[in-house]
DNA sequence: CGAATATAATAGTATTACTATCATATTTGA
DNA sequence: TCAAATATGATAGTAATACTATTATATTCG
């Protein structure tokens, strides 16, 4: 993966920064500490000047690469959906059985984060601690189709179509490949916060895995 | 329904509201306001300056009922779950099969919202268009944790569990019955948001509805 | 009818979410 | 290498938000 990835650039739509922060040292503390405070105080609590002091700046330099908040939320997800697009399309590239690569798909998709160092800016495993709480957010919004109109989630919904594919080559009949898709990648992060904070309403634990539950439950699904 | 809901107050977490909005005709305007406004701007637009001027008064009697809009929120996704939970106690309790009767609750929590005359302040359409939208912001929050130990969650919880017992009666082996619970009505909710406004990723349209794809979903996962 | 309670109006505060301007540092490219 | 361009940093300012507090005016209730 290292290996694979090592110099590959996640393509995040352009139009979610005013200068991309891909391009200087700056721009990477915005990242990098953005997601940490995040993490810390909530996307809700996040400020441009909190951020600017993160990074020992100030505000004006955060929004020299942001327009605004949401535009960094749209922006941090999107990366995040392109990382595991990236694993997805890798790990799952050379398997010849359609049930074995869907299976390995969701696999990717549940499984714990582990940092990848090919960017060491990001902190991967709160990025997706991240997207659990916060990516619902970047769509529940009054402008969201505006926004999906811009492209602003084409990454979201390529993950979601690259299952749908796998879906459809299982089981030609079944009629719900495409919600079917989108379930599993909406379970994988709704089941994950039913853990963390409202054990009662689900079964996974740290014994059972969210991918346990979702694999059981595709399989029994896509059975012909 | 309405016979039997008729003189039936939907009971909300009393630590939800200051003073209880349907003890007055000021506080049930604030509710029927606060849903229209919400349809309207959103509810990142709401602001209690706005839904005192809607009210034909001002904040500081909307601040009377409500400590903020959070709990407002709170307020009233409890009592939409709180009033799809009478239905589906009252509608499902004499069926006796346990299969029909799951499949029922799923036609109730997916049907169509249709107006119920016994609350007249409160508009049942547009207030679940806004669980659909706002729901998951009520608990995606720093205070998560706090918030639901104070119980402010209990009712939705309730109506997973009301679901789980029926997976349960259906198939006592199945080792997912919560999680598949949970993720009904997850589901249920955001599919309905695609079909909405992302329509590539979902097979729910006018001719499809959610609860075909969750119907035939459940038949397939929890037969023998 | 007077006391208690509910509502309305106004004012004030700290913070947010920006925009604008200017100074200074750094890069780059002729 | 030096001037020009660009990036960053610091400060100031604004309208709106999310409240709290106070006081005045209705309303209702014993």
Redesign the interface.
Known sequence: MKQLLGNLKIAVHDKLYLKDPESSLLGKKIIEHSILLIDE??F??LTFKKLGTAIGSNESSVYRYFENKHKLLLYLTSWYWGWIEYQLVFETHSIGDASEKLDKAIEIICRPIVEDSSYAHINEVLLNKMVI??F??S????E??EE?KEGY?SIY?RL??RL?EMIQTINAEY?????????II??SL??Q??KD??K?????NNK?STA??LL??VA??L?K
Do not use: M, R, W
């Open positions: 105080i909530g809700e609590g709480n916060e619902s957010k769509y529940l919004t009054k969201v189709d999906n989630f919904k979601v179509h749908e009629k719900y490949p495409t919600s079917l898709a989108s379930t909406e379970t709704h089941q916060f039913l904070h409202f009662s309403i689900t079964n996974c059972i346990d539950f059981n439950f029994k699904i059975k």
